[in-house]
């Protein structure tokens, strides 16, 4: 069991740029989340998939953001035109239908 | 709206010293209650679920408990390494079927040697 993995680790980007993040999830598990955390909080919901259907998305998710799950394996989220309150800590999850959630080391945004 | 409050929001305890994080949770039909730790720069890790009141699990120092309304985090002569953020979240029942964990604002813990 290699856990779940993000890549990149760390990404810097300008203002107006766009951004692609991917999540590889732990291979038995059918469902996949993304959270966002800020410094200081704890991360918010934002969007989950079982297989490759999204079965739901958070109020938190501007139509700047888009997230896919191809083929039920690895996903992608990505964000547009990134502004600098997008700024933040992008986590992944997985599980193994509604049992607990793991989640991976994350992807860290910085927008300049 | 499902609302999780953690307190105290940090607690700093000398190496042995016990003592009880608090969760408490307002949700419309609890599915889970989970907690986690989190070291810095990293994402959560899990400790435990509870499903419902009067549930304890254990794990090496730390104890979880559930009642109705809030869940504790009992930790037992704690040690410099169990330094970190905690976590609780709850996962709650809807019609669409939600699975998105509402997280508190966490616990740092500082456990000085």
């Known amino acids: 069991d290699t856990g779940v993995s993000q890549d990149p680790r760390h990404k810097i980007t300008k203002r107006g740029q766009n951004v692609t993040f991917r999540c590889d999830p732990i291979s038995e598990h059918n469902r996949l989340y993304w959270y966002r955390q800020t410094l200081g909080q704890g991360p918010e919901f934002l969007t989950y998939?079982?297989?490759?259907?999204?079965?739901?998305k958070s109020r938190l998710l501007s139509d700047r953001f888009s997230a896919e799950r191809p083929k039920g394996s690895f996903s992608t989220l990505e964000i547009q035109r990134t502004e600098q309150g997008d700024s933040a800590m992008y986590l992944c999850?997985?599980?193994?239908?509604?049992?607990?959630?793991?989640f991976g080391p994350g992807t860290r945004l910085t927008v300049t | 709206e499902d609302q999780v409050t953690q307190s105290p929001e940090a607690l700093r305890l000398q190496e042995g010293e016990s003592s009880s994080l608090n969760c408490s949770y307002t949700v419309s039909g609890l599915r889970g209650l989970f907690w986690y730790r989190q070291d810095p720069g990293k994402g959560p890790e899990f400790l435990f679920t509870?499903?419902?009141a009067g549930e304890e699990k254990e794990k090496e120092r730390l104890k979880a408990t559930l009642t109705k309304k809030e869940s504790f985090l009992h930790i037992t002569a704690p040690k410099p390494e169990d330094s970190a953020t905690y976590l609780c979240?709850?996962?709650?029942?809807?019609?669409?079927?939600?699975?998105?964990?509402?997280f508190g604002k966490g616990t740092h813990l500082i456990i000085q040697p």
């Open positions: 999850a997985s599980s193994l239908m509604t049992y607990e959630q793991y």
């Open positions: 979240a709850v996962q709650a029942y809807s019609g669409g079927g939600a699975d998105g964990l509402t």
């Open positions: 509870l499903y419902s």
């Open positions: 998939f079982q297989n490759e259907a999204q079965l739901e």
